[in-house]
């Protein structure tokens, strides 16, 4: 089965998963990254899933346009449906199933780039990574996160049940979000995590000027910020 496939069969898990609120707040930390969100105007979130990565984008940045993007088209499917359904008021967001090598968007279209944890899963790294740059506008910004090989999932999840942000949730969101990072680690094993080394190498490959790599989700996640 190959990774098309295997992301049509499992949509819903995805979705089930991913659908609260601890997993928006990771997603909404991205943009901490970002230097003068103001004049970001094109985002593209890459590897979109079922779309909750990119709500919370075109939430967070309602000047912006933003294309979501998704090889899986069960995934976009359930995407445009909750796009239909629950953010209907969100105008400033679209949805098409597009491959990451081969991106349907000309050169230098958008000012900001950010994918959630798609990159370890592509074959040809070094493709998606160069086509990204392609798309960015001079001086825009790509930012992912990536599974982190280094990381250790006992650590992690026993600094977040002690953690402030935890304790404040209710205890069903804060399970769910224990259930997906625990099947994100074991899946991204089966797939290969990334060395902080590993993606130093990735993105110089790639033609990218200036890449810094920070920590995230206990150190199971890293951010991958990088500049044209």
């Known amino acids: 089965m190959n990774g098309r496939d295997f ?21 909404a930390s991205v943009l901490n990254h970002v230097e003068s969100l103001g004049d970001v105007e094109q985002v593209l979130d890459v590897g979109c899933g079922p779309g ?14 933003v294309k979501a993007i998704d090889l899986s088209e069960n ?25 990451a090598t081969r991106l349907p968007f000309a050169a230098q279209s958008f000012d900001l780039a950010v994918g959630h944890s ?26 992912l996160m990536e599974p982190a090989k280094e990381g250790r999932i006992d650590r992690a999840v026993r600094a977040g049940w002690r953690g402030k942000e935890w304790r404040q949730r209710r205890p069903q969101e804060s399970a769910r979000f224990a259930l997906s990072m625990i099947l994100w680690r074991f899946f991204s094993m089966r797939f290969g995590q990334l060395s902080a080394e590993r993606v130093q190498q990735l993105f110089e490959q790639a033609g990218f000027s200036q890449l810094r790599i920070v920590p995230t989700l206990g150190g199971l996640g890293m951010h991958c910020i990088a500049t044209p």
């Open 52 to 65: 909750v990565s990119s709500f919370v984008l075109a939430q967070q940045l309602p000047f912006a346009e």
């Open 118 to 143: 798609f990159l370890y899963l592509v074959p040809d790294q070094v493709a998606v990574l160069e086509d990204l740059r392609r798309v960015l506008k001079p001086g825009g910004c790509l930012v």
């Open 7 to 27: 992301f049509n069969a499992t949509a819903w898990v995805y979705d089930f998963i991913t659908d609260q609120d601890i997993w928006r707040d990771q997603i």
């Open 75 to 99: 995934m976009i499917a359930r995407a445009k449906q909750h796009h239909a359904t629950t953010f209907s008021g969100l105008g400033n967001l679209s949805f098409e199933v597009a491959d």
